[in-house]
């Protein structure tokens, strides 16, 4: 079996994880990501998305990263690429590509990114959904910090790790924060 066979097993496995656990976790599960917001980096820019179908909606803690003026950003695929857009609560979407919406604002470059996934591991590995649009932004944005939002039973053993793969340095769910690479620890609620 082929990487991209084994990781096309894992994601319809891990959609079905994830809707059991977005199931479980309750209408609560977003609300208590905002707990761990200062222990995540400084950014003058977060991108955050628009939660579809059971994702764990990441907009109660980018709300609390923005409080203080800084400014909000949500992706948008244009001719297959993703930029960022910079986006304020009220603000109308428009509809983008693969059941996504999309913000109309100027293209602004993020420096904290909370990241969408269908699974993940304690070392930063993340299975997206195929397309591989926040790995290519990420290897081509070095300094940004990328932090993967998921129901903990999102969590896997292992996963295949192809070149373009890019890891997260942190994970963040309603029960544990993951820091990975050099600065690896947990921290519970």
């Given amino acids: 079996m082929s990487v991209s066979e084994e990781k096309a097993a894992l994601r319809a496995e891990a959609m079905t994880r994830r809707a059991a656990a977005a199931r479980a976790a309750g209408p609560g599960a977003a609300?208590?990501?905002?707990?761990?917001?200062?222990?995540?980096?400084?950014?003058?820019?977060?991108?955050?998305?628009?939660?579809?179908?059971?994702?764990?909606?990441?907009?109660?803690?980018?709300?609390?990263?923005?409080?203080?003026?800084?400014?909000?950003?949500?992706?948008?695929?244009?001719?297959?690429?993703?930029?960022?857009?910079?986006?304020?609560?009220?603000?109308?979407?428009?509809?983008?590509?693969?059941?996504?919406?999309?913000?109309?604002?100027?293209?602004?470059?993020?420096?904290?990114?909370?990241?969408?996934?269908?699974?993940f591991t304690r070392e930063g590995g993340r299975l997206g959904y195929g397309a591989g649009h926040y790995d290519r932004w990420l290897a081509a944005h070095p300094a940004a910090y990328a932090v993967g939002v998921a129901y903990a039973a999102q969590e896997i053993p292992g996963l295949p790790i192809e070149g373009h793969d890019q890891r997260l340095k942190a994970i963040l769910t309603e029960k544990d924060l993951f820091m990975t690479g050099e600065d690896a620890c947990v921290s519970s609620f």
């Fill in 31 to 119: 609300e208590a990501l905002v707990r761990h917001a200062t222990a995540l980096p400084d950014a003058a820019i977060v991108a955050a998305y628009v939660a579809m179908r059971d994702e764990i909606d990441p907009m109660p803690l980018a709300l609390a990263l923005i409080a203080d003026g800084k400014r909000l950003a949500l992706p948008a695929v244009v001719d297959k690429v993703m930029h960022f857009r910079a986006y304020a609560p009220g603000d109308g979407l428009i509809k983008g590509p693969f059941g996504t919406s999309h913000p109309t604002g100027p293209e602004v470059t993020p420096d904290l990114l909370l990241v969408p996934l269908l699974a």
